[in-house]
């Protein structure tokens, strides 16, 4: 895997490719996708530019935050990845759950949450963030299920960079919105959890490409499948289906 490399000024610099176990303590960013031409891409990071782009806004608030948490890399899916290499793009999708999971931290930027900072020795009311939260649109997308199960630190930032909580802290409220067990959200090994209950959790989530409704749940069930873009959702999920039907045989489902 790529990371960005971040200076004491808060800039950033795409370093060559990490592999594990040599890869370095890192933070990875978790948000939703904006337009394509708003998101800074690998070959703008690799060129040093993008800095003008509105999503790299969300690049310079992770490495910020990873600085200040005593890290010096992060990861940004947006400009870590060569999505113009198929063969970098499949090893990253299939690698993804596991790049979380091994992310010392997890910040999940809600770009569409707008709350102003607390006067000290104030919390938040727990209604508030709930409504708040609940209009997320990162609650609802495909992709982001994994970025909340994996990790063991996610912490939530408004779109003003203000600490919301993690999602232990605010476990009640994200478990409301999403219906996700507590013992899932307290990383409890996903295989605790039967099938129907995992594919249960995604149900009502959404992706911009039909295939990646299934793609995004490799993770999830712990297998591993080709990309084929333009096979369906259909045939997606009923290749999906087999990979987890092979993995689980002979197991309680």
């Not at 997890?106 to 770009?111: D, E, R, T």
């Not at 045939?235 to 489902?253: C, M, P, S, V």
């Amino acid at each position: 895997m790529r990371l960005l490399e971040i200076d004491g000024a808060g800039g950033v610099r795409l370093t060559g490719e990490w592999i594990a176990p040599n890869i370095p303590p890192y933070a990875a960013l978790s948000h939703t996708w904006g337009r394509a031409t708003d998101e800074v891409s690998f070959a703008d990071m690799g060129a040093g530019r993008g800095t003008n782009k509105p999503g790299y806004e969300k690049i310079r608030f992770c490495a910020k935050q990873a600085f200040a948490d005593g890290l010096r890399y992060c990861w940004v899916d947006t400009c870590c990845i060569d999505k113009s290499n198929s063969t970098e793009l499949a090893e990253a999708i299939n690698s993804m759950f596991l790049w979380y999971q091994h992310a010392s931290r997890c910040y999940v930027y809600l770009a569409d949450v707008s709350i102003p900072a607390l006067r000290p020795n104030h919390i938040y009311n727990a209604k508030f963030l709930e409504d708040s939260l609940r209009l997320s649109r990162w609650f609802t997308r495909g992709w982001t299920l994994q970025e909340l199960v994996a990790p063991i630190s996610v912490e939530f930032f408004s779109k003003e960079s203000q600490r919301l909580g993690s999602k232990l802290e605010l476990e009640h409220c994200v478990a409301k919105i999403t219906g996700i067990p507590f013992m899932a959200l307290r990383n409890l090994p996903l295989s605790e959890f039967t099938i129907d209950e995992r594919m249960q959790w995604a149900q009502s989530r959404v992706t911009t490409r039909p295939e990646d409704a299934a793609y995004s749940l490799m993770g999830i069930f712990d297998v591993y499948m080709a990309l084929l873009y333009g096979e369906g959702r259909d045939n997606a999920f009923k290749r999906l289906r087999e990979e987890i039907e092979k993995a689980h045989k002979g197991t309680h489902a």
